[in-house]
């Protein structure tokens, strides 16, 4: 009687342990470049076994997933800011914080889910003339040659490759204004996107990487709606970026929509900020990797710049470089977010009927 009621109590424990043991072997496997750093098919075959365990784990954890409402219960916060635990930490951020920004600095700033990855690549391929290369001959990853300031996650920024006939360095950061390392000879360009469109995306990011443990939607919403979200709110974000780039001429200020209406004069507008000159062969290089059907046939050299997870590994980054995404979101979440950024904008300075009528509009 007693090895049946040793084994059922075993049970339980076996699978706690299991389910730790595979989140702490992911956080080794991926920490810095351990993951960005391999070559593409190492990093596919690391991406099957994290699928075969994903679907182990799945069913596992749908029970804990039922009963988690709060998107920053595995959150780091600093200073007030919330950023997600599985890619920064208080260390990270401090550290991040009290960075030196050099001369050859290029930062890549944005709020999550608006346009990172798409500049970063944009920036990268100005540098080269066109002729960057993100395989295995190359730099082999965008996350192994952009640092992501504030994660522990990818190539560090003393490691950091120089690009380009500047040398320059290629710096990812989420970091609001107020937090943001400033240097008035380094560079910085900030993109924004429709709120709408980035809520909907942070949903897909959500279901992408945390599968079961994503929370409801409506926390979602209300996660959106509050600076409680990951680097603060929205409009705060903005409107910092935005006085910041009226006030200094190295702080350059991009619009997601403004890359898909005309991707070569955005990038010719990018170019002169770099203070780069490309010829037309050159800004047809850079405009064709720099297309949404060139990233997403080479998916692998950008994928998500936080290394996959057990539920993202099957999953795709690109989904369709839309600027209407917000087109897909019910009117009353459409509202709510509009209501919101009409709002905390209110007495702020950056122009929000000007770039987004129907959110000023309500």
Not at 44 to 66: I, T, Y
């Amino acid at each position: 009687m007693l090895i049946p009621i040793l084994i059922l109590l075993a049970i339980p424990l076996f699978l706690i342990a299991f389910v730790l043991g595979s989140f702490v072997w992911h956080h080794v496997s991926t920490k810095g470049l351990a993951y960005f750093g391999r070559p593409r098919a190492e990093r596919e075959q690391f991406k099957k076994k994290l699928a075969r365990l994903g679907r182990v784990l799945r069913p596992l954890l749908r029970p804990l997933g039922s009963r988690l409402s709060d998107p920053n219960q595995f959150a780091s916060a600093y200073h007030g800011i919330y950023v997600p635990g599985n890619s920064c930490n208080e260390v990270s951020l401090e550290r991040a914080v009290q960075y030196a920004p050099q001369p050859n600095d290029i930062f890549v700033v944005t709020q999550m889910k608006c346009g990172t990855t798409w500049m970063q690549q944009l920036v990268y391929e100005t540098l080269s003339r066109g002729r960057g290369d993100l395989s295995d001959e190359g730099h082999g990853h965008m996350a192994a040659v952009s640092p992501w300031l504030e994660s522990f996650n990818g190539v560090s920024v003393d490691d950091a490759p120089l690009v380009g006939a500047a040398q320059a360095r290629i710096i990812k950061t989420h970091l609001p204004a107020s937090l943001c390392p400033y240097h008035q000879n380094a560079k910085y360009i900030y993109v924004t996107r429709h709120p709408v469109s980035a809520f909907r995306s942070c949903v897909d990011f959500f279901h992408a990487n945390a599968g079961p443990l994503t929370p409801p939607e409506d926390a979602l919403l209300n996660w959106y709606c509050s600076d409680r979200m990951w680097w603060g709110s929205w409009p705060d974000h903005v409107d910092g970026f935005w006085r910041r780039a009226q006030e200094r001429s190295n702080v350059a200020f991009f619009h997601f929509e403004e890359l898909t209406q005309d991707l070569p004069a955005a990038i010719r507008r990018l170019a002169r900020f770099l203070d780069y000159e490309l010829t037309d062969e050159e800004l047809a290089l850079v405009a064709e990797k720099g297309s949404f059907s060139y990233m997403k046939a080479h998916e692998a050299q950008f994928e998500m710049m936080i290394p996959p997870s057990f539920f993202s590994a099957e999953a795709t980054f690109f989904k369709s470089g839309s600027a209407r995404r917000h087109e897909e979101v019910e009117a009353t979440q459409t509202e709510r977010i509009g209501a919101f950024c009409r709002n905390e904008l209110d007495g702020g300075a950056y122009p929000l009927a000007r770039f987004y009528p129907d959110v000023a509009a309500g």
